[in-house]
């Protein structure tokens, strides 16, 4: 959801910055020597968290979008195109320009792409294992086909016998995450992974097991309008469960030796919404820090604002080039560490530029029509 700098909600801000900060931090490590040392292991854990924050926190905001609409108006097949033609001038230009300045980048660095149209309509990952062009567009397809899905369902839904739009909403949403916690079931039945990348790649990144992810931020915009006395009084409650929960995340696994050869139950099933959930419970107390006049409002609205455009440039092609142009394996710890601030700065530079000159002329354009 795009907001002007006067509605904009701080911790909404914080939490989408902290998101494209810890995949950022993840890809550097593209840049050193593969090591087991903690730090490494917590920057590639960050890179799996960035993005299910932002899966998170884009259902919270399509739900809130959609809930107001659909509670508030007659639900019908023009809302439905409305919000897509939104949601569509805010992610696709971006996507489809960085999609051919990835592709006119493989072709000049030699590098053979598969199935290159399947990437123009978001299928590149929706049954299985995406090629390796482009790694990070899959959670954009995870996002597109819920974009497609929940309007169109909810839509359906208007001719149930559920009369009150409210409770239908919910009903909805809540049929939903059920059928895509199942299709994780089906997976963990008909399918075996033996280490952590055979499931990043067969389950994690796959779109008909992902939608749940944002289907737990759309469940919890509905509590937030349905329960906005309960959602401010135990907001720090929910950001100790969320605790809770990642401190489990992160040393209750190991503790408990769920190893995926062992418990393909949890991994399969429930780790990823138990994940999904965490970041949930933190939703209550950032989406009620509405402003902040310190010296973070600024650093932080700025990188908010063009994150879309740093998760689209980052890795591919501005990390990618440099890499390219550069052997990092043959620099010194303090070159690689002057190349990597110089890689940071160069994709904060060039996504402000696409922000400010293509990314945002498109969404002053969707306003206009």
Same mark, same amino acid.
């Not at 810890?22 to 903690?38: G, Q």
């Given at each position: 959801?795009?907001?002007?700098?006067?509605?904009? $909600?701080?911790?909404?801000?914080?939490?989408?910055?902290?998101?494209? &900060?810890?995949?950022?931090?993840?890809?550097?490590?593209?840049?050193?020597?593969?090591?087991?040392?903690?730090?490494?292991?917590?920057?590639?854990?960050?890179?799996?968290?960035?993005?299910?924050?932002? #899966?998170?926190?884009?259902?919270?905001?399509?739900?809130?979008?959609?809930?107001?609409?659909?509670?508030?108006?007659?639900?019908?097949?023009?809302?439905?195109?409305?919000?897509?033609?939104?949601?569509?001038?805010?992610?696709?230009?971006?996507?489809?320009? +960085?999609?051919? &300045?990835?592709?006119?980048?493989?072709?000049?660095?030699?590098?053979? %792409?598969?199935?290159?149209?399947?990437?123009?309509?978001?299928?590149?990952?929706?049954?299985?294992?995406?090629?390796? #062009? =482009?790694?990070?567009?899959?959670?954009?397809?995870?996002?597109?086909?819920?974009?497609? &899905?929940?309007?169109?369902?909810? =839509?359906?839904?208007?001719?149930?016998?559920?009369?009150?739009?409210?409770?239908?909403?919910? %009903?909805?949403?809540?049929?939903?995450? $059920?059928?895509?916690?199942?299709?994780?079931?089906?997976?963990?039945?008909?399918?075996? +992974?033996?280490?952590?990348?055979?499931?990043?790649?067969?389950?994690?990144?796959?779109?008909?097991?992902? $939608?749940?992810?944002?289907? %737990?931020?759309?469940?919890?915009?509905?509590?937030?309008?349905? =329960?906005?006395?309960?959602?401010?009084?135990?907001?720090?409650? #929910?950001?100790?469960?969320?605790?809770?929960?990642?401190?489990? &995340?992160?040393?209750?696994?190991?503790?408990?030796?769920?190893?995926?050869?062992?418990?393909?139950?949890?991994?399969?099933?429930?780790?990823?919404?138990?994940?999904?959930?965490?970041?949930?419970?933190?939703?209550?107390?950032?989406?009620?820090?509405?402003?902040?006049?310190?010296?973070?409002?600024?650093?932080?609205?700025?990188?908010?604002?063009?994150?879309?455009?740093?998760?689209?440039?980052?890795?591919?092609?501005?990390?990618?080039?440099?890499?390219?142009?550069?052997?990092?394996?043959?620099?010194?710890?303090?070159?690689?560490?002057?190349?990597?601030?110089?890689?940071?700065?160069?994709?904060?530079?060039?996504?402000?530029?696409?922000?400010?000159?293509?990314?945002?002329?498109?969404?002053?354009?969707?306003?206009?029509?």
């Amino acid at each position: 959801m795009t907001v002007n700098s006067q509605n904009r $909600i701080f911790g909404l801000d914080v939490l989408r910055a902290a998101a494209i &900060l810890m995949v950022v931090s993840s890809h550097v490590l593209w840049i050193y020597p593969k090591s087991n040392a903690l730090i490494p292991t917590l920057l590639e854990l960050f890179g799996f968290w960035g993005v299910e924050l932002f #899966f998170v926190l884009s259902g919270f905001l399509i739900g809130s979008i959609l809930y107001q609409s659909y509670v508030s108006n007659s639900f019908t097949i023009q809302s439905v195109f409305r919000f897509l033609k939104r949601r569509w001038f805010r992610t696709l230009p971006n996507y489809y320009l +960085v999609l051919i &300045l990835n592709i006119g980048i493989a072709f000049f660095i030699g590098y053979q %792409v598969e199935n290159v149209g399947l990437y123009f309509v978001f299928l590149q990952n929706f049954l299985g294992k995406a090629p390796a #062009f =482009f790694p990070e567009s899959w959670s954009l397809s995870v996002e597109e086909f819920a974009y497609l &899905l929940l309007p169109f369902a909810l =839509f359906l839904g208007t001719f149930s016998v559920v009369k009150n739009k409210s409770k239908r909403f919910l %009903v909805i949403v809540f049929l939903l995450f $059920i059928i895509f916690i199942f299709a994780k079931v089906v997976f963990n039945t008909t399918q075996t +992974v033996s280490n952590l990348t055979e499931w990043n790649s067969n389950l994690k990144s796959v779109v008909i097991y992902r $939608i749940d992810a944002i289907l %737990v931020g759309v469940l919890i915009a509905w509590i937030r309008f349905n =329960f906005e006395v309960f959602w401010k009084k135990y907001k720090v409650l #929910f950001a100790f469960l969320g605790i809770g929960i990642f401190f489990f &995340l992160l040393f209750g696994i190991t503790s408990s030796n769920l190893r995926i050869e062992q418990s393909s139950f949890f991994w399969n099933v429930v780790y990823l919404p138990l994940t999904s959930f965490g970041f949930a419970f933190f939703f209550p107390i950032f989406s009620e820090w509405k402003v902040s006049n310190s010296w973070l409002k600024f650093p932080v609205e700025f990188t908010s604002k063009i994150s879309y455009s740093i998760y689209l440039l980052h890795y591919s092609i501005i990390l990618q080039l440099m890499k390219y142009f550069v052997d990092t394996t043959t620099l010194s710890s303090s070159e690689r560490h002057f190349f990597t601030l110089c890689y940071l700065l160069i994709t904060f530079l060039f996504s402000s530029i696409l922000y400010h000159f293509y990314e945002k002329p498109m969404m002053n354009l969707r306003d206009k029509n």
